[in-house]
T-cell receptor
């Protein structure tokens, strides 16, 4: 599968723990996006990288959230001191051009 | 501010019937509009974009700037069209972030 891959697919964690998700974009794509999706809603933008530079962060991304794309290839999204409200599907997408984004299958986070 | 509204959370039609999934947007600039689809247990994927003016799987969508709408239409629905459909907007900036509607779950009955 040469599409966007995300790991893990599912994560259950206790409140207060830290979690880290990984996204491997399509290899030639320089743009990488993180979105969050809660039940009954469409994806909501979290942050955007062009190569290794993080160019935009949503207000949804509190100081407990941090994202990196150190070499302009894979990206990680870390959530510190998780809260129950962080339970959601975290989606990664990559693209070469605006709008034509390819999505991964997502990481479903459950905070108990 | 920009907003994408999909008024129908659920839509059911019978096979062979026409289907229209509604999408309205609010944005003062010149946006680019998209439809994304998510079939059961599959990832979100691009169905079509308004600038391409193409028909994918029999679906078409026309951008109506006067009504600020981008409704998705298909004249004869098929069972395999059953899926979640999301309308999305790109403000046309260089960033390419998408603003999604809440989605419409389409069910096509045999």
């Amino acid at each position: 599968d040469t599409g966007v891959s995300q790991d893990p697919r599912h994560k259950i964690t206790k409140r207060g723990q830290n979690v880290t998700f990984r996204c491997d974009p399509i290899s030639e794509h320089n743009r990488l996006y993180w979105y969050r999706q809660t039940l009954g809603q469409g994806p909501e933008f979290l942050t955007y990288f062009q190569n290794e530079a993080q160019l935009e962060k949503s207000r949804l991304l509190s100081d407990r959230f941090s994202a990196e794309r150190p070499k302009g290839s894979f990206s990680t999204l870390e959530i510190q001191r998780t809260e129950q409200g962080d339970s959601a599907m975290y989606l990664c997408a990559s693209s070469l051009q605006q709008g034509k984004a390819f999505f991964g299958q997502g990481t479903r986070l459950t905070v108990v | 501010a920009q907003r994408v509204t999909q008024p129908e959370k659920l839509l059911s039609v019978f096979k062979g019937a026409p289907v229209e999934l509604k999408c309205n947007y609010s944005y003062s600039g010149s946006p680019e509009l998209f439809w994304y689809v998510q079939y059961s247990r599959q990832r979100l994927q691009l169905l079509l974009r308004h600038i391409s003016r193409e028909s994918i799987k029999g679906f078409t969508a026309d951008l109506n700037k006067g009504e600020t709408s981008f409704h998705l239409k298909k004249p004869f629905a098929q069972e395999e069209d059953s899926a979640m459909y999301y309308c999305a907007l790109d403000r046309g900036s260089t960033l390419g972030r998408l603003y999604f509607g809440r989605g419409t779950q389409l069910t096509v009955w045999p």
